[in-house]
DNA sequence: ATTATTTGTTCTACAATGTTGTATAAAATG
DNA sequence: CATTTTATACAACATTGTAGAACAAATAAT
């Protein structure tokens, strides 16, 4: 009964939650996305995905102190956790197997290799 | 303008599409898809989400002939166009990128190995 | 110290995508 | 031509994605 299911926000939020670590909140998440996906999100979607994430158990959150910045205030940490991290890893690897199935993709046309 | 966001369904049924090739029809695409995901999927939604994806100008389809199969009824053969292997190549090397940047999946954690 | 400005979250409403169930259609068999 | 099998189409509802406004807390300016 492992309700796994990802939406394709849900899914990249929480790749870029792995990535920013201890800077994964909020506003931070949002400027990663646009600066990577090259492409805008409204603030308001990304706290409903979090929050949504959240409640599923897929992430964690929780306040860190204020910074000493103008207008620092405090922020929500998110962090991936032990069933987010199955999730994630689960819809990798489904991706990768079809992809490898697929011939236009499969071969030798891939630019980025991993490990 | 590249209006070029795909669903999590709508990005898998793509690539059962394109490894289908000629056999892919609703029908069949579902029995992929379960066996595949390990997880059923009622064939009305893969219908929609064909349709949603024709329509988006991701999928073709043409109405291949009549088989001499018991109950053979005519299939709608559905097949990739242009724009949607753009789209569906777009996905991929996007989230590529960020698995490389995440700590947790890019230091050899990968099972499979494209290329 | 009170008002403005900046960084940030929370809440509400709506659009797009995902899912289910039911109805319908066409071909083969008896 | 009724029954069975392989299929598609359509309608209703649930979940996910998106936008914007309201609210909160911290620093800076006056």
Redesign the pocket.
Known sequence: MSEN???????VLMLIVGILEEKA????ITEEYEAQADR?????????????LEK?GFLT?E?GG????????????YSITASGHRALANVRDFRLTLWKQFPAFAEGKLKFVLA
């Open positions: 299911r990802l939406g394709e926000l849900e899914e909140y909020a506003l931070n805008k999100v409204a603030i308001g979607a990304v706290h409903t995905t979090l929050n949504r599923k959150s306040m204020a910074t000493a910045e103008r207008g620092g205030r405090r922020k929500r940490i």
